[in-house]
């Protein structure tokens, strides 16, 4: 078999190459072609893709997350620390051949699709899997919500807010759009306001449908797109919206599962995936949308949509606060993502006014979001001697992360201190989340932050929230870390010290004699 | 490369030593000695924050302690044989071969790749085997500089 493997270790000089060399000679010894590509300090060459492409299975021993990870998607997966591959060497082999044997997880012949790796280990808890699966359609229906939210946004912005000024433009009336379109004027910016709005509300019109549809593709692979896809679709024309998208990407996922497991004579396998599995799928997922449970879920949509909007005053506030401490808990872990899918799913709503509940969801989500980054790298510039070079390096890294909205920007300083630093990040993001609710910013799109300060309702107040709970989560990991000691931080002061001393005795001494440790580059040990 | 990663200066035949940390202090004692590191007490508290991290003890009697770090001039290897064995965390027992790496914080690409290079070859039994047995410092030096050459 062929076996392509990345090594990775904390310092990058030593573990990395040791992984790398066992793994080979291991794989050789039982005959087998490994091929690494060793993500260390020396730099990295990347493996040629046409031999990730003829892998038979991929091997990760990395301590460090596996950059460009997505290159591997698709192929029986074996992840191991960077130390197992070390010590056994041929056990890290025997178990990868058995992921290869244990058969294909999902789809290769979609490219480079961003299916979940799946782990051989089939016994993942089921929580575990229902969270992939559910990622898998929230991330491909993202990018529609970016398109489609933010053509819409535009569209305000350029035909004006105030619709009823534009009398071409009706937003319950789709054919008064169209003939706006018909008509277009290429110097009225109402003209062009109406196409951004008509061609993002089309994006708009594949979420629920793009969201079940993959969730069924990532649960029985090609034969679940299509009980996926028009499940979600009959979803929206029943109104069940996106609870009853997620209903029919599971139902249609594994109607399809289940279906294309029958043992059927072999005459008839070949048309399985392409005739029968489909076809029979979805006449039941039409069956049970239209039929058994599309009204339930209607109801229930209609209920949620209500009491999200009937939210007023304190409660609105402590929805932000609940959100916003969510987004800080775990920096885009589960407990991160599931109040971001809320808020993107909310986005997802038919017909919502200028001002919904939903749209003060999501921007109270993204300014959370955004805080914990924005503050970690506050905190390393008012109190540089409580952080070490590494940390004072991400740091800046952290601003630009902070501001376009990545809250793992401040997983670095998380990994190394979390009882510190998440106690900030989960203050300082339900403040800003809560705070976002009471000055009433909205925000029609998934993703971007100050980048997409434009299509931001109310930017001020979504401005004075970030900075508010950014100051705030500062304040408090400043608190914390400065009770006790840091035994890195406090060598690394001293070992500053005795540089800076040597620089000056370097300076006055005569040319020539320069140490060769005159950097200050960070010490990397970790 | 004008500076060689190891001389017969660089290696400890007869390491007594209670614990890893003794043992790794020994190591950077040398380094500090032939001026491989400008402060030998920050290099071996850079090494022993990489220690904590995970332990660097290897199947086969391997204790390995390294670390970049800013106190480091040259990338070097440092090697201990500790007759007695003392204990790095390997799941199999006690380490009687030590390899102590230190590479530098700025280190550029030759010297990285160096240190991959003897990185790849501490895997082979046969490598270890060989330094185990050596009968002097000279021929502990003279195996490495032979067999680790980049790749």
């Not at chain 1, 062929?2 to 990775?8: C, D, H, L």
């Not at chain 1, 990545?406 to 800003?432: K, M, N, Q, T």
């Not at chain 2, 043992?23 to 071996?44: C, H, I, K, N, Y």
Request: net charge negative.
């Amino acid at each position: 078999m062929k076996f392509v493997a990345v090594t990775s270790c904390p310092t990058g000089i030593a573990h990395t190459y040791m992984a790398a060399e066992a793994l080979e000679q291991a794989g050789r010894a039982a005959g087998h072609e490994v091929v690494v590509e060793t993500q260390g300090s020396a730099g990295s060459d990347p493996l040629d893709p046409a031999v990730i492409a003829a892998a038979d299975g991929v091997i990760f021993a990395a301590d460090l997350e596996v950059k460009d990870r997505e290159r591997f998607a698709g192929k029986p997966t074996v992840d191991v620390g960077v130390k197992k591959a070390v010590h056994d060497a041929p056990g890290v082999i025997g178990q990868a051949v058995a992921a290869v044997e244990a058969g294909p997880v999902a789809a290769p012949a979609a490219g480079a699709a961003p299916v979940p790796a799946t782990k051989v280990d089939s016994g993942a808890g089921v929580g575990t899997r229902v969270r992939q699966w559910l990622m898998t359609g929230i991330s491909y229906m993202i990018p529609f919500v970016a398109a489609g939210g933010i053509l819409i946004a535009l569209g305000f912005m350029v035909g004006g807010y105030d619709v009823t000024d534009l009398p071409t433009v009706e937003l319950d009336g789709g054919v008064t759009l169209v003939e706006a379109i018909r008509n277009f004027d290429i110097t009225s910016s109402a003209s062009w306001g109406a196409l951004l709005f008509q061609t993002g509300g089309t994006a708009f019109g594949f979420l629920v449908p793009v969201l079940a549809g993959f969730i069924a593709y990532a649960i029985a692979d090609r034969p679940g797109l299509v009980p996926g896809f028009v499940g979600g679709a009959i979803a929206v024309t029943v109104g069940a919206g996106f609870l009853g998208g997620l209903a029919a990407g599971f139902l249609g996922g594994f109607l399809a599962l289940w279906i294309s497991r029958w043992k059927v004579p072999r005459g008839v396998r070949g048309v399985m995936p392409v005739v029968v599995t489909p076809l029979l799928s979805t006449f039941v997922v039409g069956l049970l949308m239209f039929v058994v449970i599309g009204q339930p879920l209607a109801a229930l949509m209609t209920g949620l949509t209500t009491w999200l909007n009937g939210l007023s005053g304190a409660n609105l506030v402590l929805l932000g606060v609940l959100l916003g401490a969510m987004m800080g808990f775990d920096l885009g872990g589960p407990v991160n993502k599931v109040a971001y899918s809320f808020a993107v799913a909310g986005l997802s709503t038919p017909n919502l006014a200028v001002d919904a509940t939903e749209y003060r969801v999501m921007a109270a989500v993204m300014a959370a979001g955004m805080v914990a980054p924005l503050a970690m790298a506050l905190a390393t510039v008012v109190r540089k001697r409580l952080f070490t070079h590494a940390e004072r390096e991400n740091g800046k890294a952290a601003w630009l992360l902070g501001a376009s909205f990545i809250s793992e920007g401040a997983i670095p300083f998380a990994a190394v201190d979390p009882l510190r630093v998440l106690p900030a990040s989960v203050v300082g993001s339900a403040a800003a989340g809560g705070l976002v609710m009471a000055l009433d910013s909205t925000l029609r799109a998934p993703h971007g932050g100050i980048w997409v300060l434009p299509l931001i309702g109310n930017p001020l107040g979504f401005l004075v929230a970030v900075v508010l709970g950014t100051v705030i989560a500062a304040a408090v990991v400043i608190a914390l870390k400065s009770i006790g000691t840091n035994s890195v931080v406090a060598a690394e002061r001293e070992a500053d010290a005795a540089a800076q001393a040597a620089e000056t005795a370097q300076a006055t001494a005569p040319a020539g004699q320069a140490p060769a440790t005159g950097t200050a580059r960070p010490a990397a040990t970790s | 490369m004008s500076t060689p990663l190891i001389t017969p200066e660089l290696v400890a035949l007869d390491i007594e030593a209670s614990d890893r940390d003794a043992a790794t202090r020994q190591l950077v004692e040398l380094l500090a000695a032939a001026g491989r590191v400008t402060d030998a007490e920050g290099f071996l508290a850079d090494v022993r924050a990489r220690e904590a991290q995970m332990a660097t003890g290897m199947p086969g009697g391997v204790g390995l302690p390294h670390a970049r770090s800013e106190h480091v001039t040259v990338p070097t290897l440092a090697v201990g044989r500790v007759p007695a064995g003392v204990d790095f965390g390997a799941p199999d027992g006690p380490a009687t071969l030590l390899f102590l790496i230190a590479a530098p914080a700025s280190g550029d690409g030759d010297h990285l790749k160096i240190l991959a290079s003897l990185a790849r070859r501490l895997v082979h039994p046969s490598f270890r085997d060989s330094l185990r047995s050596a009968p002097d410092a000279e021929t502990v030096a003279e195996i490495v500089t032979r067999e680790v050459v980049p790749s």
